[in-house]
């Protein structure tokens, strides 16, 4: 199956990029429209399904391997 990864000075600034910007993102806007409570609950809710997609990438796809 083909995997694509891409340079490894790439790949750690895409992880970081895609853990921490959608996560901050979504409990802003719970946060903001729905209340301090509903929004920090929201924000975990949906940071769930982005993290397992960081693991499976950095663990199952080996991106923290240095290239060959």
Do not use: N
């Not at 790439?10 to 409570?37: C, D, N, Q, S």
């Amino acid at each position: 199956i083909f995997v694509y990864r891409p340079r490894f000075i790439y790949r750690v600034p895409i992880l970081i990029f895609f853990t921490t910007f959608p996560t901050i993102l979504i409990t802003t806007l719970a946060w903001r429209y729905l209340g301090m409570k509903t929004g920090i609950s929201i924000g975990f809710f949906f940071s769930i399904p982005i993290i397992i997609l960081a693991c499976y990438k950095i663990f199952m796809q080996d991106w923290l391997d240095d290239e060959k």
